[in-house]
């Protein structure tokens, strides 16, 4: 496909030369001519064309506003910024019969021979929407993926639309279990329908400013939760913040994480895995709760809020409902844990008595 922008370009020379510009007097004008027209937006399958424009660019690849039918997940194996003209209907728009539809996985391009420090892929994906043709199907739409021997670091997502695929929208991937495999890196400012996998993430990953939500095909259904996320040992110092996560299937679990921070969420959920609460803390250490607010809705979901085996938590100035069993529970042996008198526990008198379940061995402190 020839430069989207050939067009602009031309349509520039054309009004230089009717201006004169280069020094001198302008000649007579000639007839008015319309500027030169852009490239058409690809039709059927375009999964081969878009695959050449991202293993052709360097730096940077510019979409167009259009539509690109793909049969096959779109790779990205090199430090890539890929930027699209928007997320919205009308915008960048990769929509796939594939089970993955954009995937970032350096292994496809990167001899593992190189250097462990040349083994990487940082760049970002922005301003695009990924979508299934059938509501509903495949897997995800945007994957990180990590093999052993790689990494992914200084990473962005930003300002996309991941749209109604069959399980959770994005996906980090490093089950092959890198200690240093996908970290350092920030989703923001995007709307991601079914939720966040992330498996064994390493530190410093940022979740802020998202709409996290079920899409269509799971409003009827038991849904997935909002985040799904494990790290590898020793990783810390991940947030999720300033998002507000409706999901039908508990909107936070978090599992053998260090200093993470959940903070300034909207939670909303019907329901959640049992014996969890919509936010689930499991073999934590050193993590903070502060400032969101719980809903449990109508009920279904045993508790707001549960510490499963986790030590150290600070649970600070959130508003939280209660579920069917209580506000807060402890279990398996949670201990250390404080709880700040900012708190505030809706479904009944605002006091402590009878809003946790295993409070004595939870708490180290109350108010």
């Known amino acids: 496909m020839r430069s989207y922008f050939m067009g602009v370009l031309l349509a520039l020379a054309a009004a230089c030369h009717l201006a004169g510009c280069g020094g001198g007097a302008a ?29 052709a660019a360097r730096g940077q690849l510019e979409l167009p506003a259009c539509v690109f039918n793909t049969s096959a997940p779109i790779v990205i194996a090199r430090p890539l910024r890929l930027v699209g003209a928007g997320a919205t209907v009308d915008g960048t728009i990769i929509r796939t019969t594939a089970a993955e539809g954009l995937v970032v996985d ?7 021979a190189m250097a462990p420090n040349k083994r990487g892929w940082w760049g970002s994906v922005e301003q695009l929407r990924i979508e299934p043709a059938l509501q509903g199907g495949g897997k995800h739409a945007l994957v990180l993926r990590v093999r052993p021997g790689f990494f992914i670091n200084n990473w962005l997502v930003d300002r996309v639309h991941l749209g ?46 998202l709409v996290v939500t079920n899409g269509p095909s799971r409003f009827s259904g038991p849904g997935l939760p909002g985040f799904d996320i494990s790290t590898v040992d020793g990783a810390a ?29 909207w939670c909303e959920s019907a329901r959640a895995p049992a014996g969890t609460g919509l936010i689930t803390l ?6 903070a709760v502060r400032e969101n607010r719980v809903q449990t809705l109508s009920g279904e979901a045993a508790w707001a809020l549960v510490l499963d085996g986790s030590q150290r938590t600070v649970i600070d100035s959130n508003k939280l409902n209660p579920g069917t069993a209580g506000h807060i529970a402890f279990r398996n042996g949670a201990s250390q844990n404080k709880l700040s008198g900012l708190n505030r ?20 402190a109350t108010p």
Not at 106 to 112: E, N
Not at 189 to 202: D, P, Q, T, Y
């Open 164 to 209: 109604d695929f069959g399980e959770q929208g994005l996906l980090l991937d490093n089950s092959a279990g890198n200690v240093d495999g996908i970290f350092t890196g920030l989703v923001a400012r995007s709307f991601i329908e079914n939720g966040v996998k992330a498996v064994l993430i390493g530190d410093s990953v940022a979740f802020s400013r």
């Open 106 to 112: 350096p292994a496809v391009r990167i001899s593992v």
């Open 345 to 364: 526990f809706y479904g009944g008198a605002d006091v402590l008595a009878g809003k946790f379940d295993g409070a004595a061995a939870g708490l180290l």
């Open 237 to 265: 110092e991940s947030v999720i913040e300033w998002s507000n996560i409706t999901t039908a299937g508990g909107c936070v679990q978090v599992r053998n994480g260090q200093g993470i921070g959940i903070l300034h969420n």
């Open 27 to 55: 000649g007579p004008l000639p007839e008015a001519q319309a500027a030169a027209p852009t490239d058409a937006c690809p039709t059927g399958d375009a999964t081969a064309q878009l695959q050449a424009m991202v293993d």
């Open 282 to 287: 499991a073999n934590c250490l050193d993590c």
